[in-house]
């Protein structure tokens, strides 16, 4: 009885890899996306400022805006591990002056995650099904 052996563990490693990486690029856009939508729009620069990056097999998303923190843990007495507890005093983009004790955060990251786990779970799934037919 004569048969042939042919390896094809190389292409099936790629095909998965392939498919790895494509699902990390469509579950991350799918939670900066959804990051977006939960963030409070004032002027808009902290809810544009979410995005994803694709490390190897793992998708980084957040926020680099310097206002994404306050946003997701809050502020002063609002603050989700305890802030500043006296009031204090700040000029707008307009040149008027508040007094505020802190904002609350939002959770907006962390909402989006929760949100959209299943989500990304099925893409996972669907895309490694589709790489290994």
Do not use: C
């Amino acid at each position: 009885m004569d048969f042939e052996v042919t390896d094809n563990s190389a292409k099936v490693a790629s095909a998965i890899e392939g498919a790895i990486e494509a699902a990390l690029h469509e579950a991350g856009g799918e939670f900066a996306a959804q990051a977006q939508r939960n963030a409070r729009v004032d002027t808009g620069d902290t809810k544009k400022s979410y995005e994803y990056h694709v490390d190897g097999n793992a998708v980084h998303v957040g926020s680099n805006a310097e206002n994404a923190i306050w946003e997701e843990f809050g502020t002063g007495i609002h603050a989700e591990k305890g802030g500043r507890n006296t009031p204090w005093a700040y000029k707008d983009r307009r040149g008027e002056w508040h007094t505020t004790r802190g904002k609350r955060g939002t959770r907006a990251l962390t909402k989006a995650m929760q949100a959209k786990a299943a989500v990304a779970r099925r893409i996972v799934e669907a895309k490694l099904k589709g790489a290994i037919k």
